[in-house]
């Protein structure tokens, strides 16, 4: 009897030792890929298409924060595009890179391309934290 539950210990501790190999416990991987580490926790991107004017007037108000995105949509917007009246599309807008806008906020306050969301139809891609890590208020 006691001998049926120390083999019967020894065999899960085994199970679990071979299930549970841990990244600090792989062998060196060197160039190739071995499947010995986990990326599950990292975030994903989507791209969000032909959204109407948002209306929000946090957008064209912010000046030139780029944590906005954000505040507003739960997510780093990592580029986007404007659709101007005309009809025609933007370029892609990188904040940071190439989305200053060149009209100014009254006192002369630069603001981001994203701007135009406000009263634009616009498309963005954006990138959300694993769902483990949101924020409060945020889906
Ligand atoms: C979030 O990360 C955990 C690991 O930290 C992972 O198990 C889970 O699948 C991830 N969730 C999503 C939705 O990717």
Redesign the pocket.
Known sequence: MFTTKIIAVILCCLLVSSNGLQPSTCSNQGDGNYGCF?I???G?CTEVSNQPASRDIRWPHSGIDSNIDWAIKCGDIIAYKIQWFSGGWSGWYVPGVNDMDTKVNNGNGLRRMWSYFYDHTHSYIICKT????KLRGCQ
Request: overall charge negative; cysteine-free.
């Open positions: 986990d599950a926790s990292q994903s694993n769902d483990s890590n």
